[in-house]
């Protein structure tokens, strides 16, 4: 029985050094990311938008500008699992939530404040424009033990402008 335990003991000593040699660094792969303003025109001022034109600028820079295309934005609705098990299947759908959404690619965006002016064109007509100063900061594509890749910040559009 004495002998029988601590061969058991060997054997678990044995798979707990090969669990945590396994373990090891993680791996970062090569995905990076795209320097710009992601923008969202939220459901109260989206509807008969045709376009949407930003200015960036930031201390030390020149102004950068950007025509953002526009597509229609969608929420993920989860339609559930047929099952319990892990390996079961699961299924979610894409519904249109009324909002529009782009991506402004801006070369050269540091991280920091930087400010921002929308112009919102609706009938083919442009909107007075909306600033605000908004905070740009490094992504992490690969998550948080990786390299940092491109700056980026974001903005929601309201009927009374940017917020």
Known sequence: MRSAVGIAGLILAAVALVGCTAMGPKACTAIGSVPGVGVTIDETAAKGVDGLR??????????????VELRPGTDTVDQGCDGDDPDSTCSASAVPNGTLVG?????????????????????????????????????????????AGAH????????????
């Open 54 to 67: 930003l200015e960036v600028c930031w201390k030390g820079d020149p102004c950068r500008q950007a025509e």
């Open 103 to 147: 991506f402004a690619q801006i070369e050269g965006l540091p991280s920091g404040p930087i400010d921002v002016t929308a112009v919102v064109i609706k009938g083919a007509k442009p909107l007075p424009e909306s600033k605000a100063t908004v905070m740009a900061a490094a992504t992490h594509p690969n998550g948080p033990d990786c390299p």
């Open 152 to 163: 980026q910040a974001k903005i929601t559009i309201g009927s009374n402008g940017i917020r």
